[in-house]
């Protein structure tokens, strides 16, 4: 085995995993249609929807995708002739256009600036206007800029006008608060190895009994038609395709670690007190947030570059010394830096990644 120094990772995922969730995947070789493995899945689809207390009526799906595979099969699987609107101020609200656009599903949209909140008033304006949506779908956690975007406030929204809520929960499910009924949620889609620390390669889609018990009668999707791994998981256990066995055991290794260490509020806590040591070593050297401090999610946050220094240069001096940041994407691909807060780091990670902000922007002064 090589000995490759490990990085410490402050890009949105993947994320470092503990080596207890890293020599899980290395324990057991598995067929995909045997009954060990079937009840492995089973297991994982249980916990997930155990990680929030308003999801007794709502049911997991794995699949083996990215993030983006999650998105996609939630949006083929339950959007279908009618009207949605999608609520968008970053690049991850504009992907879920180009899904929906591709498999010509009906679709408003309501765009905001990406260094803006979304406006409750403007989507109501909208809902008054056009009678015909019966859907929202909204990115929780933006990681274009690292805003936790107004999900009480929309749920409420959906709740007034009667509309289902499809959510975008990549990069916050495990971290942040999805109080599922209270906010009319038919779907949410996530990833294993974000918040919840699994390894890459490995999503899953939490959907309400009602949206698993409607089934179309025609698809858009083959491998996204999350009815298919649904009818499968929920009986024998098996899915429609080869899961990536490993990935699996690897997450319910992370899960097991994930409820020991307390849950969704624990690992709040934990990636925010994080964020705040960060921020504050920065705003003492004059570097400052993109967007107002409070309106931040526990997971990221991304800080402005002082004139004349490179998102090049600072990234190769923290690589240099272990450590990965993120670029901005879009028009902030030259102007911004970020940094998440997820995964198995240690404390004293943070301590030297402050003490190396200090002598790198202390030396481009
Ligand atoms: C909110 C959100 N949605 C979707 C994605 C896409 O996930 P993936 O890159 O795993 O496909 C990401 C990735 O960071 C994300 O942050």
């Known amino acids: 085995m090589s000995n490759i120094k490990q990085n410490t990772l402050l890009n949105p995922g993947p994320v470092n995993m503990s080596d207890r969730v890293k020599n899980r995947m290395i324990r057991e070789d598995f067929c995909h249609r045997e009954k060990e493995f079937s009840a492995l899945v089973k297991d994982v689809n249980s916990q997930i929807v155990k990680i929030y207390d308003g999801m007794k009526n709502y049911e997991s799906v794995i699949i083996s995708s990215s993030g983006t595979g999650a998105v996609e099969g939630m949006l083929t699987s339950f959007i279908h002739d009618e009207k949605s609107l999608i609520i968008s101020n970053g690049v991850y609200g504009e992907r879920m256009e180009r899904i929906l656009r591709v498999q010509n599903k009906k679709l408003e949209m309501i765009q905001f600036d990406w260094l803006d909140p979304i406006n409750i008033k403007s989507i109501k304006n909208c809902l008054d206007s056009d009678q015909s949506i019966k859907n929202l779908i909204l990115v929780h956690h933006e990681t274009t800029t690292g805003r936790l975007n107004e999900l009480k406030e929309v749920g409420q929204l ?47 889609v939490v959907a309400h009994k009602d949206q698993w018990e409607r089934a179309p009668e025609k698809t858009s999707g083959v491998y996204f038609d999350l009815h298919q791994y649904y009818a499968m998981q929920k009986t024998d256990g098996f899915s429609p395709f080869t899961q990536a066995t490993h990935l699996v055991s690897a997450f319910n290794e992370a899960m097991l670690e994930f409820n020991e260490m307390g849950g969704w509020k624990a690992r709040n806590n934990l990636f925010r007190s994080r964020a705040e040591e960060i921020n504050a070593c920065l705003d003492r050297l004059g570097i400052e947030t993109l967007i107002p401090k409070e309106d931040y999610s526990s997971v990221l946050r991304s800080y402005q570059l002082p004139e004349g220094i490179s998102y090049e240069d600072l990234h190769a001096f923290m690589k240099k010394n272990g450590f990965v940041i993120y670029q901005g994407q879009g028009s902030f691909k030259k102007n911004i830096f970020r940094i998440s807060t997820m995964g198995h780091i240690k404390e004293s990670d943070i301590t030297l990644l402050c003490s190396l902000f200090e002598e790198f922007f202390k030396n481009h002064d």
Not at 169 to 196: D, P, R, T, Y
């Open 158 to 204: 959906c709740k007034d006008y009667d509309l289902g809520l499809y959510l975008d929960g990549v990069s916050s499910f495990g971290a942040e608060e999805i109080a599922a009924n209270e906010i009319n949620l038919k779907a949410v889609s996530a990833s294993a190895n974000k918040c919840l620390h699994g390894a890459p390669g490995l999503a899953f």
